[in-house]
């Protein structure tokens, strides 16, 4: 199994206070990415990194924020938590490969509820 | 963009064999990846495809055409352990090693 670990695993929390939730991994892969995952949505890309320091926005990052200062961390902020935001979270990794057969491997999520 | 579609829910007998599909619109196709996602846990990585054709793995197998923009995921000799959701997710040109994941397929395996 890929070296990934998320925490917490879980949380409850109110509307409107700030969470973060860490992705750490071992394998010193270069790309990070953070999902959420609801009913009747798949896996939805909130936020990405290609390195320290850089990274990007996908598909449904209104109100989240990451930050990556090292290789093997990478942590998703909601700045003021709403309820929509209540998920099932999942960071993954991966290396770019010349063969482009690189997979995604997934950590094993964070549950997420806001109340 | 991209537009990916699987069927919701899919029901098979332990035993037999089960093909799960997966279409896909996309600007430019740069692979298409199968995970099997059981409930409460993580999604891990079964196949991938970028040329036409079939890979085979064990129980497993995938197919692409991409003048089709279809794939599939074949399951044979299906075991109980095989219920589970099974996603479809596809790698866009120029998008990194970014996925775009379908909605997925939950198959239930009865005796």
């Known amino acids: 199994d890929a070296g990934i670990t998320q925490s917490p695993r879980h949380k409850v929390t109110e509307t409107g206070t700030p969470v973060t939730l860490r992705c750490h991994q071992t394998?010193?892969?270069?790309?990070m990415y953070w999902y959420r995952q609801d009913p009747g949505h798949g896996l939805r890309l909130i936020h990405y990194?290609?390195?320290?320091?850089?990274?990007d926005k996908g598909e449904v990052s209104d109100g989240y924020s990451v930050s990556r200062s090292k290789t093997e961390d990478f942590l998703l902020t909601l700045e003021s938590a709403t309820s929509s935001q209540t998920s099932v979270y999942f960071c993954?990794?991966?290396?770019?490969?010349?063969?482009?057969?690189?997979?995604?491997?997934f950590g094993d999520g964070t549950r997420l509820s806001i109340l | 963009g991209q537009n990916i579609d699987q069927p919701t829910e899919m029901t098979a007998t332990e035993g037999a064999i089960v093909q799960i599909n997966c279409t896909y619109q996309?600007?430019?196709?740069?692979?298409l990846f199968w995970y099997q996602q059981h409930a409460g846990e993580a999604p891990t990585f079964l196949s991938y495809n970028v040329l036409d054709g079939l890979e085979e793995k064990g129980r497993f197998s995938s197919f692409l055409s991409r003048s089709k923009g279809y794939s599939y995921l074949l399951l044979k000799e299906l075991q109980m352990k095989d219920s589970a959701s099974y996603l479809c997710?596809?790698?866009?040109?120029?998008?990194?090693?970014?996925?775009?994941f379908g909605g997925g397929t939950r198959l239930m395996v009865k005796p």
């Open positions: 993954a990794i991966s290396e770019p490969g010349q063969a482009g057969n690189q997979p995604q491997h």
């Open positions: 996309t600007s430019g196709f740069n692979g």
């Open positions: 990194s290609y390195g320290v320091k850089d990274t």
């Open positions: 997710a596809v790698r866009e040109d120029n998008a990194g090693n970014m996925l775009t």
């Open positions: 394998e010193n892969h270069r790309y």
